[in-house]
Nanobody, 127 residues
Framework: QLQLVETGGGLVQPGGTLRVSCASSRHTLEYYTIGWFHQAPGKERDGVACISGSDHSFYYGDSVKGRFTISRDGDKKTVTLQMNSLKVEDTGLYYC????????????????????WGRGTQVTVSS
């Protein structure tokens, strides 16, 4: 069973930056397809950034393109989402998800094709 833990959420002003991380304590994430999902209050969970476990391709949702970057850390057990130029509408819970390598980054983000979920971390963008 793969266990994912998200860290790094918090309160930030509009235009600010924040980094959230997804880690597995016991398993390498190197070959999993990993995604970050955003759930705003009262809304559905949407994929914002995903990275493939097979060809390491990326997918970004339209609302975050050019602002968010997903990357794998050198320890191979952590995947980070760097969030720049944050907007009030970025507020919500951010969940990390993992799936087997055959799941493409696009399918994970667009179709919520996942096998494992973390519990989420809260990001609040407010002045």
């Amino acid at each position: 069973q793969l266990q994912l833990v998200e860290t790094g959420g918090g309160l930030v002003q509009p235009g600010g930056t924040l980094r959230v991380s997804c880690a597995s304590s016991r398993h390498t994430l190197e070959y999993y397809t990993i995604g970050w999902f955003h759930q705003a209050p009262g809304k559905e969970r949407d994929g914002v950034a995903c990275i493939s476990g097979s060809d390491h391709s990326f997918y970004y949702g339209d609302s975050v393109k050019g602002r968010f970057t997903i990357s794998r850390d050198g320890d191979k057990k952590t995947v980070t989402l760097q969030m720049n130029s944050l907007k009030v509408e970025d507020t919500g819970l951010y969940y990390c998800a993992a799936g087997i390598p055959r799941i493409t980054a696009r399918d994970m983000c667009r179709r919520n094709e996942t096998d494992y979920w973390g519990r989420g971390t809260q990001v609040t963008v407010s002045s």
